[in-house]
């Protein structure tokens, strides 16, 4: 199908007089309510034909243009001055500037002219969009810039213009606030006018071409179906006369008709055309000497008109209205006396999707040679296109289960007559998609729409109700519950909890394809439940299956590690979050001797384990990021410490110690969550802390079991603020530790019983915690021996205190 009606001539402005342009000569913001009155002046340098043009703005930082008002009311105007303004103003036209006598057509109330004054305003060419003149540098906001005219006003030099980009020489500026001192808004007449030096004063010396052309008209000799095949004549109408042209010329066909030279408002002819062909004149001589149209006839400019098949805009068959999805304006396409509008804006800075559509079908195309979609499209803002298509499989009953073939993209408004022969079949749909989410949301209306063809029209079958229905139920990460902690893979059985938000009653089961049993929560009646799978074991894989409704299909599935449910016995034991900045050393945890907040932060793990443990490629991370990587070969001895600085230089720390790969901890003051992650992705520790900001760490209290508080408020440290990969509950001199040795005996024991000794005999207290940190004995011991009968086989730790000295040691129950 060729495109049809729609007159493919974009004039193309090669050269263009001085004299025969519109010149922006003022712009005003006035500083009543509202900014007004506003006022933008324009003066027609020779004869100008305002059909011809547009106006634009730029608002605020946008770097867009918009608001595009055609000046083709202000019809033709020579060597005078016609003035834009808000619309609702003309009584403030006549009072602010008793200069102006309000007439049409040389006054245009618009709100396009409802700028502020720091827009930016220019005139194109209306065919090919050439800038012929501009106010204010693109794309800059000009609050606090030299050409700001907020509440005030920007006039032209005499003798200077039109600009094709903002040139601030040319202009003289009143400066921003100007008319705020006359403070007679709400009292009488204000005197704009006569602040700024007058309206309608702008001259220019510059010669002016007196002629004027207007749009072409294209005259077919036949009306054949088919590309370049019809002769042509084209009508060039122009106004005014000017002695000084001394021919008109064309280097792709024959000119006739009127001589501009002599004969005023006449018509240039050229012949020897045909569709396809380019053409164009040139006046020559005297100050129209260059200027210059040209352009192409369209392929099928005089192909017949086509037969409706079906009007979608006055039928009894229209677009289907689909929505996949809205924003939070729930914005789609409406339809209104067969007309169809989709404005996608939904406040500033809005970036959420709306991906709505028109669906029509399905058309049987058998016998079809030929088909057009053709309608009329205008456009508000800029930056959304629509994409016309089509499918031979609708079966989805939903555009985004289709698979689409684009025939032609929208992006500017205009007579459409797209071509859709190319499409085939028995179960054809044709769509127009409006699909952003990135902040620009054109606004579109399409009118007279309707599918055209020669020959044979298709013929539409049964239309089925499209069905976009969106799941109301959002699964979330599942979560294991082992049922028991026994070292070794695959030998402790979970429940696997499957939290969910929303609910939707159309959901008739939820499913497993493991071996497993669903239970929990019911989707479709109660809302942000629990899905839970149980009968599963570590290393067993899993799934779950939504079925029904608008959540039919809806799965999530994993497995179960196989050393999920294995005893942790990593502990992190201490944390600094807050060190001290004093220069005293108070706050110089890392021992380089440098007191600095990001490096000196620490956290401390232990190994409560009877064995080694390889922590390479485990990953500490805090609540915004992964902060470190501990590097292959870190090895962490059972009964042992490692601590992690956020940098500097560790001295003089036994045992393990490294600072952050990523260079920094990031630890809050008031609080943060710090997990220790395994080198299979398991999370091993998530440790929630609270508020650790009085400049010390906090500290488990007992050791490895206890709550994380203050360092210094601990029991038998002597106030110390911190204590890196050491018990928080103990400070000894080199003197004490000599003197205070604890040994525990048999370890591992089957007895019932075990002995505690140290190097004095003085008092010992004995508290003993099972592996989770519960207290299960507090005792006192006189004879050195405690009584161990009434505890399961499984790893304790043994917290034993003696005068000012404590260890903690690992005792096993066999």
Known sequence: MKKLYFLCLTMLVVAMSYGQTPIITAIVDGDCSGGNPKLLEIYASGTVDFSLYTLENQTNANTSWGNAQDLSALGMVTNSFVYITTAGSETAIGTDFPSITFTNPNVLATNTMNVNGDDRVRIILTSDSTVIDQFGAEGIDGSGQSWEYADSYAKRNNNTGPDGGFNEVNWTFGGAGAFDTLGVCQTGPDTFESLMGGIGTYTSTGGSCGVQLASPTIVCSSNT??????????????TGVDAGITTVTSTTATVTGDDPSTVANGVITLTGLSEGDTWDITLNGGDCDGTTISATVDSAECDPTPNTCFDLSGGADLFELVSVTTNADTDEWTESSG????????????????????????????????????????????????????????????PDGA???SVQTIS???????????????????????????????????????????????????????????????????????????????NDNVTINIPYTGS????????????????????????DGTITITGLGEGDAWDITINGGDCDGTTLSGTVPSAQCDPVFLVINEIHADPSNNANGEGDANGDGTAEFDNDEFVEIYNTGTSSIDLSDYT?????????????????????????????????????????????LGLNNGGDTITLTDNNAVDIIVEIYGSAGNNQSIGRSPDFTGAFVDHSTITGNGGALFSPNNENDVTLSTGDFESTKFSIYPNPTNTGFITITSANS??????????????????????????????????????????????????VIK
């Open 225 to 238: 179906i088919g590309d370049n095949n019809d002769g042509v004549t084209i009508n060039i109408s122009y």
């Open 339 to 398: 007309t169809y509008s989709m404005n996608g804006f939904c406040g500033g800075g809005c970036m959420e999707e709306s991906n709505t559509w028109l669906i029509f079908g399905p058309l049987d195309m058998t016998g079809v040679t030929d088909l057009s979609l053709i309608f009329d499209a205008t456009e508000g803002f800029d930056g959304t296109e629509l994409n016309v298509q089509y499918t031979g499989d609708y079966s989805s009953l939903c």
């Open 403 to 405: 698979t689409w073939t």
């Open 412 to 490: 500017d408004a205009g007579s459409y007559n797209i071509d859709m022969s190319a499409a085939s079949g028995t179960n054809v749909f044709i769509g127009i998609q409006y699909l952003d989410s990135d902040g620009s949301f054109s606004s579109w209306s399409l009118s007279n729409v309707s599918l055209g063809a020669f020959g044979t029209c298709p013929s539409l079958g049964s239309r089925p109700t499209s069905d976009c229905g969106m799941c109301d139920i959002t699964l979330q990460t599942e979560n294991y519950v082992c049922a028991t902690n026994t070292a070794g893979n695959d």
């Open 504 to 527: 939707d009653a159309s959901i008739v089961s939820v499913t497993t394809t493991s071996s497993g049993i669903v239970g929990g929560d019911n989707p479709s009646g109660t809302a």
């Open 620 to 664: 500490l991370s805090d609540g915004a990021a992964l902060r470190h990587t501990f590097p292959t070969g870190t090895v962490l001895p059972a009964n042992s410490f490692i601590t992690v600085f956020g940098g500097g230089t560790p001295t003089g720390i036994s045992g393990l110690v490294q600072t952050a790969s990523t260079g920094s």
């Open 762 to 811: 003085d008092e010992i207290n004995v508290q003993v915690f099972d592996i989770l940190g519960k207290q299960i004995k507090n005792e006192t011991l006189t004879n050195n021996t405690l009584n161990v009968s009434n505890l399961k086989s499984g790893v304790y730790l043994v917290k034993i205190t003696q005068n000012n000295a404590s260890t903690t040691k690992k005792l």
